[in-house]
């Protein structure tokens, strides 16, 4: 009898040591399955009222099981309790709270309670597999993993990472690219997540970062730390630009991400299935920058917007395809990398806009200040661009103008100033016809054209105008549907305002409605703005 214990004991022991080594998880887990099971069937065969423990010694597999009772001065349920009278007859130093163990004989196992006992061993082994992979692989995003096909389900692929399974879902993976049961793969991990079916490892070989760890791989400078990859921009399978600075002025970073003869690029190329890559020196300057990642093509002009965060580039006529791209692929990839919206023009396109506004300017003044076209001229060539200016500069400046003495300055300025303020009457007669109450036009920085112009986008009260952000004045961008930038038109959007002015009117009517408190008088104007600046965001 005594050797079959001992038998079942080993045999305990040896089962809990084959299934911790199998799973890779530790024996205290398997162990502690096997604890809880007893415990049940324990439970079953002695009552589930009873709080019943089991304990399997590590070392000898000799189990124990138990029941505990607190000791209290009045028993009112006598499975879990014990009077303190009673336990003083079992261990004279008892008290009131502590809990005395009762040993119970081993439980037989019936065959239903064996089953219900293997279903708790392999749940618990189960979730303690599920636990050692998610912790294994949750500090392993960023890497490259390599594994082999196990199954292709619907276009995703399950890679068999051999302690644990990854996916790469359709669109993870580079366009017309298949794989079969058996292929080796290489993946970027880009997530790892806990899920009720058990952690779910997902992997990519269309991320920008997969191609960043592939040049890390092949090009020692990047493992290095001494050429880094700044920004990555990738239509998968098609074509790739990188931008990539060297911390040693004395190391080539593109000549050394293409290697000698290509063979570094190369290796990245193959992996790719054949993706073309541009591999383009970074620049702080964002204009030099912009006009490397639209390489191969070659730029004339580059103009800069920084509230739209725009770009517009002019490239000589010849050169325009070749900029845009098939499919505007070259222009829309420059875009991603530098993260600036690129607007291309060919050379012949511009010197037509040019000549487009400065005739419209020329129109204008002769309208406006009722002037003959040579004038007109004269003010638009010398960069007057609107009635305001002719109307606000200082006498000389527009006296200094070839042609133009003090009188015909001074002439000019007052018809700008008469002009305006025919305007500014239209446009408060405008006001008033819309809705726009008196105290929007009150507002430090509203002028009457900008009141009507509020009153077009239904900006008709203080607490309208107070209500609105930045953006709702000068305008922004959205993603459509299409995935496409939108422009969504400013209510002043066409009166020249910068952020900074807009985000002060919208302040001044805050304090002129109430809402906040106006700055101190002592404070200067820039931190007036500064100041300003914080609620508004």
């Given at each position: 009898?005594?050797?079959?214990?001992?038998?079942n004991?080993?045999?305990?022991?040896?089962?809990?040591?084959?299934?911790?080594?199998?799973?890779?998880?530790?024996?205290?887990?398997?162990?502690?399955?096997?604890?809880?099971?007893?415990?049940?069937?324990?439970?079953?065969r002695?009552?589930?009222?009873?709080?019943?423990?089991?304990?399997?010694?590590?070392?000898?597999?000799?189990?124990?099981v138990?029941?505990?009772?607190?000791?209290v001065?009045?028993?009112?349920?006598?499975?879990?309790?014990?009077?303190?009278?009673?336990?003083?007859?079992?261990?004279?130093?008892?008290?009131?709270?502590?809990?005395?163990?009762?040993?119970?004989?081993?439980v037989?196992?019936?065959?239903?309670?064996?089953?219900?006992?293997?279903?708790?061993?392999?749940?618990?082994?189960?979730?303690?597999?599920?636990?050692?992979?998610?912790?294994?692989?949750?500090?392993?995003?960023?890497?490259?993993?390599?594994?082999?096909?196990?199954?292709?389900?619907?276009?995703?692929?399950v890679?068999?990472?051999?302690?644990?399974?990854?996916?790469?879902?359709?669109d993870e993976?580079?366009?017309?690219?298949n794989?079969?049961?058996?292929?080796?793969?290489?993946?970027?991990?880009?997530?790892?997540?806990?899920?009720?079916?058990?952690?779910?490892?997902?992997?990519?070989?269309?991320?920008?970062?997969f191609?960043?760890?592939?040049?890390?791989?092949?090009?020692?400078?990047?493992?290095?730390?001494?050429i880094?990859?700044r920004?990555?921009?990738?239509?998968p399978?098609?074509?790739?630009?990188i931008?990539v600075?060297?911390?040693?002025?004395?190391?080539?970073?593109?000549?050394?991400?293409?290697?000698?003869?290509?063979v570094?690029?190369?290796?990245?190329?193959?992996?790719?299935?054949?993706?073309?890559?541009?591999?383009?020196?970074?620049?702080?300057?964002?204009?030099?920058?912009?006009?490397?990642?639209l390489?191969?093509?070659?730029?004339?002009?580059?103009?800069?917007?920084?509230?739209?965060?725009?770009?517009?580039?002019v490239?000589?006529?010849?050169?325009?395809?070749?900029?845009?791209?098939?499919r505007?692929?070259?222009?829309?990839?420059?875009?991603?990398?530098?993260?600036w919206?690129?607007?291309?023009?060919?050379?012949?396109?511009?010197?037509?806009?040019?000549?487009?506004e400065?005739?419209?300017?020329?129109?204008?003044?002769?309208?406006?200040?009722?002037?003959?076209?040579?004038?007109?001229?004269?003010?638009?060539?010398?960069?007057?661009?609107?009635?305001?200016?002719?109307?606000?500069?200082?006498?000389?400046?527009?006296s200094?103008?070839?042609?133009?003495?003090?009188?015909?300055?001074?002439?000019?300025?007052?018809?700008?100033?008469?002009y305006?303020?025919?305007?500014?009457?239209?446009?408060?007669?405008?006001?008033?016809?819309?809705?726009?109450?008196d105290?929007?036009?009150?507002?430090?920085?509203?002028?009457?054209?900008?009141?009507?112009a509020?009153?077009?986008?239904?900006?008709?009260?203080?607490?309208?105008?107070?209500?609105?952000?930045?953006?709702?004045?000068?305008?922004?961008?959205?993603?459509?549907?299409?995935?496409?930038?939108?422009r969504?038109?400013?209510?002043?959007?066409?009166?020249?305002?910068?952020?900074d002015?807009?985000?002060?009117?919208?302040?001044?009517?805050?304090?002129?409605?109430?809402?906040?408190?106006?700055?101190?008088?002592?404070?200067?104007?820039?931190?007036?703005t500064?100041?300003?600046?914080e609620p508004?965001?």
């Amino acid at each position: 009898m005594a050797t079959g214990v001992a038998a079942n004991r080993l045999e305990l022991l040896q089962i809990a040591d084959a299934v911790a080594r199998d799973k890779s998880i530790d024996k205290g887990v398997v162990l502690g399955a096997m604890e809880e099971a007893m415990q049940r069937a324990a439970k079953a065969r002695y009552g589930s009222e009873n709080e019943i423990r089991v304990d399997i010694d590590s070392k000898t597999g000799e189990t124990h099981v138990s029941r505990y009772l607190h000791v209290v001065e009045l028993v009112e349920n006598d499975k879990t309790e014990i009077s303190l009278e009673d336990a003083r007859a079992r261990n004279p130093a008892a008290q009131v709270g502590d809990i005395i163990a009762e040993t119970l004989p081993p439980v037989d196992f019936s065959r239903i309670a064996a089953q219900a006992a293997k279903q708790v061993i392999v749940q618990k082994v189960r979730d303690a597999e599920r636990e050692r992979q998610y912790e294994e692989y949750k500090d392993r995003i960023g890497e490259i993993i390599h594994g082999i096909v196990k199954r292709v389900e619907f276009g995703s692929v399950v890679v068999d990472l051999g302690r644990a399974e990854g996916v790469v879902r359709r669109d993870e993976m580079i366009p017309r690219e298949n794989f079969r049961q058996g292929d080796r793969i290489r993946a970027y991990i880009y997530d790892v997540r806990r899920e009720t079916r058990g952690p779910q490892i997902f992997l990519s070989r269309s991320h920008p970062q997969f191609m960043v760890r592939l040049f890390a791989q092949e090009v020692p400078e990047i493992y290095d730390g001494i050429i880094e990859i700044r920004a990555v921009a990738r239509d998968p399978g098609s074509r790739a630009k990188i931008a990539v600075i060297s911390k040693d002025s004395s190391i080539d970073p593109v000549g050394a991400c293409v290697g000698m003869r290509g063979v570094r690029v190369q290796a990245v190329v193959q992996e790719l299935q054949g993706e073309r890559i541009d591999i383009i020196p970074w620049n702080p300057d964002p204009a030099t920058f912009i006009v490397n990642a639209l390489a191969p093509a070659e730029v004339s002009k580059v103009v800069l917007d920084e509230d739209t965060h725009r770009v517009e580039v002019v490239v000589p006529d010849e050169q325009l395809s070749l900029a845009i791209g098939r499919r505007g692929q070259n222009v829309r990839l420059a875009s991603q990398l530098t993260g600036w919206q690129i607007d291309i023009l060919t050379e012949a396109e511009e010197s037509e806009r040019r000549q487009k506004e400065f005739a419209e300017r020329t129109q204008l003044f002769m309208d406006s200040l009722d002037v003959d076209e040579t004038v007109a001229q004269l003010l638009a060539s010398e960069g007057f661009s609107s009635i305001e200016d002719v109307a606000y500069v200082p006498l000389n400046e527009l006296s200094a103008v070839e042609g133009f003495d003090e009188e015909t300055a001074q002439e000019l300025q007052t018809r700008a100033q008469e002009y305006i303020e025919a305007q500014n009457r239209e446009m408060d007669e405008k006001r008033r016809e819309l809705g726009v109450t008196d105290d929007v036009l009150e507002v430090n920085g509203v002028s009457p054209a900008m009141a009507a112009a509020l009153g077009e986008h239904d900006i008709k009260t203080l607490e309208d105008l107070a209500g609105c952000a930045t953006d709702d004045l000068l305008g922004y961008y959205e993603t459509n549907k299409e995935k496409e930038r939108v422009r969504i038109e400013g209510a002043l959007e066409g009166f020249g305002l910068t952020p900074d002015e807009a985000n002060g009117i919208i302040m001044n009517a805050r304090v002129k409605a109430g809402w906040i408190e106006a700055p101190q008088e002592e404070e200067s104007g820039e931190g007036d703005t500064e100041a300003a600046q914080e609620p508004a965001g």
